[in-house]
């Protein structure tokens, strides 16, 4: 299994990315996915989550409103679209995914995903 996420770069304050993360390796909508985020200094944090198929979705409190995870089963890819970018969102971004497939709970815990994209690095200037 591997992801491969992209789309990081420098944006100003306001403005808007979309990062995907494109997986291979076994069958892409089987599998609940997330978006996690890593500032300088500070622990992994919880982004986004969806589950399998066109299953549901779930966000942290500091994104919700402004950030949209998706997945493209065409393409193999899951998307994070950031809208309204703050300089606090300021992190290097992974992409993960569980182990077991066709679950029902959403989950939240990096502790809970197997399988990690190499990060991209999304910084937000004021």
């Known amino acids: 299994v591997q992801l491969q996420a992209s789309g990081g770069g420098l944006v100003q304050a306001g403005g808007s990315l979309r990062l995907p993360c494109a997986a291979s390796g076994r069958t892409f909508s089987s599998y609940g996915m997330g978006w996690f985020r890593q500032a300088p200094g500070k622990d992994r944090e919880f982004v986004a989550a969806i589950g399998w198929g066109a299953g549901n979705t779930y966000y942290s409190d500091s994104v919700k409103g402004r950030f949209t995870i998706s997945r493209d089963f065409a393409k193999d890819t899951l998307y994070l679209q950031m809208n309204s970018l703050k300089p606090e969102d300021t992190a290097v971004y992974y992409c993960?995914?569980?182990?077991?497939?066709?679950?029902?709970?959403?989950?939240?815990?990096?502790?809970?995903?197997?399988?990690w994209g190499q990060g991209t690095q999304v910084t937000v200037s004021s």
């Open positions: 993960a995914s569980r182990s077991s497939p066709r679950e029902g709970p959403v989950y939240t815990a990096a502790r809970e995903y197997f399988y």
